[in-house]
Nanobody, 124 residues
Framework: QVQLVESGGGLVQAGGSLRLSCAASGRTFSSYTMGWFRQAPGKEREFVAAIRWSDNSAYYADFVKGRFTISRDNARNTGYLQMNSLKPEDTAVYYC?????????????????WGQGTQVTVSS
């Protein structure tokens, strides 16, 4: 079992930045791929970014490339999503997820553990 708790969401103006954190407890976090997903009202949950535990390879959705950076600190059992140059269309509930597998990192069905989500609102 892995428990995940997100934090760092909030209200920010367009062009601003936020850093989301995902604190993990339970099993060894270093052996889990971590992903970030988001869901806006009326839309499906979509992939944002992921980082594999095996080689720290990072993957991003096209709409966040160059703006968002995913990272992890295994010593602190915490993952991060640095979000810069935020746009109103980035408004959503952001979820972190974890799974021991290293393939299919873009698919939400491939993650076993999920946090409760944190709201990010970007005003224009």
């Amino acid at each position: 079992q892995v428990q995940l708790v997100e934090s760092g969401g909030g209200l920010v103006q367009a062009g601003g930045s936020l850093r989301l954190s995902c604190a993990a407890s339970g099993r060894t976090f270093s052996s889990y791929t971590m992903g970030w997903f988001r869901q806006a009202p009326g839309k499906e949950r979509e992939f944002v970014a992921a980082i594999r535990w095996s080689d720290n390879s990072a993957y991003y959705a096209d709409f966040v490339k160059g703006r968002f950076t995913i990272s992890r600190d295994n010593a602190r059992n915490t993952g991060y999503l640095q979000m810069n140059s935020l746009k109103p269309e980035d408004t959503a509930v952001y979820y972190c997820a974890a799974d021991p597998r290293v393939w299919g990192v873009r698919g939400p069905l491939n993650y076993e553990y999920w946090g409760q989500g944190t709201q990010v609102t970007v005003s224009s």
